[in-house]
């Protein structure tokens, strides 16, 4: 996985508006942004932010890299 290039398209979604339910079009959404950004790169995740992290990989804090997705649980 080519992360620098996950980082370089997700920072060119930096000034697009936050929307809930944004496509990416006008506006965004956290998992809208996750998805386009995954896509580009080869790797196809779910729609939701909940099945993205159902879908993950369980991994410790110290063994994420840039790139990877984090989420929180309350």
């Known amino acids: 996985m080519n992360r620098k290039k ?6 060119s979604f930096l ?6 339910g944004g496509n990416g079009e ?3 959404d956290c998992s ?3 998805r386009l950004v995954y896509e580009k790169v080869g790797l196809k995740l779910p729609q939701t932010s909940y099945s993205q992290y159902k879908e ?19």
Do not use: C, Q
């Open 56 to 74: 993950g990989e369980k991994i410790s804090l110290s063994e994420a890299l840039p790139g990877d997705l984090v989420f929180f649980k309350r």
């Open 6 to 11: 996950i980082i370089d398209i997700a920072f």
């Open 32 to 34: 809208t942004l996750t």
């Open 26 to 28: 006008k506006n965004i």
């Open 15 to 20: 000034n697009m508006p936050y929307k809930l």
